[in-house]
């Protein structure tokens, strides 16, 4: 019986340039995924800047998704945190 290979080469399309990628058969979708939101982002930022080259596009709407990649990580990292510090605050209580 042949084994289906963990890591495969997949490619992706940004800004209309191929890249082949390595990731694990499970991250195929999502590296599908994350291709097309980036090209979305980028289409986006061209609409509202043309005056920008496509380096300066790609940079700007890769900065934009990490931006909001970190806004929608931060509320769960502050409640992480505060239970945290709640629990520590309940051992050092009763030391």
Known sequence: MLKQPLVVEQKVVIAGREY??????????????????????????????????????????????GQHLVTQQSPQLEECQQRLAKLVALIEAKN
């Open 20 to 65: 082949w990628l390595r990731c694990t058969v499970k991250e195929q979708a999502e590296l599908q995924e994350a291709a097309r939101l980036l090209n979305t982002k980028i289409a986006q930022v061209r609409q509202g800047a043309g005056h920008l080259s496509m380096e300066q596009s790609i940079v700007l709407a890769a900065l934009s998704l």
